[in-house]
T-cell receptor, first 112, second 114 residues
Framework: EDQVTQSPEALRLQEGESSSLNCSYT??????LFWYRQDPGKGPEFLFTLYSAGEEKEKERLKATLTKKESFLHITAPKPEDSATYLC?????????????FGTGTLLAVQP | GAGVSQSPRYKVAKRGQDVALRCDPISGHVSLFWYQQALGQGPEFLTY????????KSGLPSDRFFAERPEGSVSTLKIQRTQQEDSAVYLC????????????FGPGTRLLVL
């Protein structure tokens, strides 16, 4: 069964304190792994897509990496505006559907 | 900027009422998805359209849920005889082509069934 597990469920950081969020997955052929950010009362906002093990992508203070079994979202010197829920999703390969399978997210709070 | 839009943003329904939720995808996007998000959970897949064809409806929880996209653009998710367990945020997403593309999400419709 295709599954995504994110850890920790919640993380509290001080401004400037770097950390990483984990996304472990089991999937029958990976078409892509996606990271989204979700603010309260809003829809998920796209951050990154990773397609193959060893791939890395960066955007401002965020960097996403991918191995065959997990992905990490590294947050360097976070600011309070980085506070949000970070969602990881996989897109299984094969078949006619492009559905995403999401984890339950990591709620990040960055305190000034 | 024309992103994905959804309406209404909030809907309160009495148990047993029918509701209709609308999604306007990004213009020209081929693929359209509906997801259901319960409080504190990640979105869960409901159904997928490629143009007007509904290619996957495996996530629809019961036959009270029905979705359509008759002209390959706007989509409607209809829930008949709503139940309290239908209370959730319903998210719509679209992507430019048929396979392997990033999905862009709308703001969601928050449904509360009393």
């Amino acid at each position: 069964e295709d599954q995504v597990t994110q850890s920790p469920e919640a993380l509290r950081l001080q401004e400037g304190e770097s950390s990483s969020l984990n996304c472990s997955y089991t999937v029958s052929g990976l078409r892509g792994l996606f990271w989204y950010r979700q603010d309260p009362g809003k829809g998920p906002e796209f951050l990154f897509t990773l397609y193959s093990a060893g791939e890395e992508k960066e955007k401002e203070r965020l960097k996403a990496t991918l191995t065959k079994k997990e992905s990490f979202l590294h947050i360097t010197a976070p600011k309070p505006e980085d506070s949000a829920t970070y969602l990881c999703a996989v897109q299984p390969g094969g078949g006619a559907t492009n559905k995403l399978i999401f984890g339950t997210g990591t709620l990040l709070a960055v305190q000034p | 900027g024309a992103g994905v839009s959804q309406s209404p943003r909030y809907k309160v329904a009495k148990r047993g009422q029918d509701v209709a939720l609308r999604c306007d995808p990004i213009s020209g996007h081929v693929s359209l998805f509906w997801y259901q998000q319960a409080l504190g959970q990640g979105p869960e897949f409901l159904t997928y359209f490629q143009n007007e064809a509904q290619l996957d409806k495996s996530g629809l929880p019961s036959d009270r849920f029905f979705a359509e996209r008759p002209e390959g653009s706007v989509s409607t998710l209809k829930i008949q005889r709503t139940q309290q367990e239908d209370s959730a945020v319903y998210l719509c997403a679209s992507s430019p082509r048929a396979l392997g593309e990033t999905q862009y999400f709308g703001p969601g419709t928050r449904l509360l069934v009393l």
